[in-house]
């Protein structure tokens, strides 16, 4: 039998703490986040803004948020001086209030695809305000 060899580069997860607002017209959504700590790709502090859709799947009851937002240059970050682009899917199971999903960094302004720079996993209750 022959085997190839392969090499998988890979971050681990990061525990930080913040918070996102969703507020939708139908199904397009304006969003804001902002965590404590950041990360070489997250500005600390920081307020981003962003827009989005909402998925809905009647078959199953779920729901999917997915909003862009993005960031000026980190220097310090993998992205060096380009602009940094997050993008954020959440999703609900049917009656939960529990989001799951992630954010994506990619280096580049509006780079919503290709090879991604970062991505970390998201979790949190939606609480109606």
């Known amino acids: 039998m022959h085997y190839d060899s392969y090499r998988m580069d890979f971050g ?14 139908c199904d397009q959504l304006e969003g804001t986040f902002s965590v404590a700590k950041g990360n070489p790709l997250i500005k ?4 981003y803004e962003g827009t989005g859709t ?3 799947f009647p078959e199953t009851g779920d729901v999917l948020y ?3 937002f ?3 240059p ?7 001086d380009k602009e940094i682009s997050l993008s954020l899917a959440l999703s609900a199971k049917k009656g939960s209030p529990y989001l799951v999903g992630g954010l994506t960094a990619y280096c580049g ?3 919503y695809h290709g090879h991604p720079a970062r991505v970390m996993r998201m979790s949190g209750v939606l609480e109606a305000p």
């Open 44 to 47: 600390p502090n920081y307020l």
């Open 66 to 68: 997915s909003l862009t």
């Open 109 to 111: 302004k509006d780079t």
């Open 70 to 72: 993005s960031s000026s």
């Open 54 to 56: 909402i998925y809905r």
């Open 12 to 25: 681990l997860e990061y525990r930080d703490s913040g918070t996102l607002t969703l507020s939708a017209t």
């Open 74 to 80: 980190i220097e310090q970050g993998p992205c060096g």
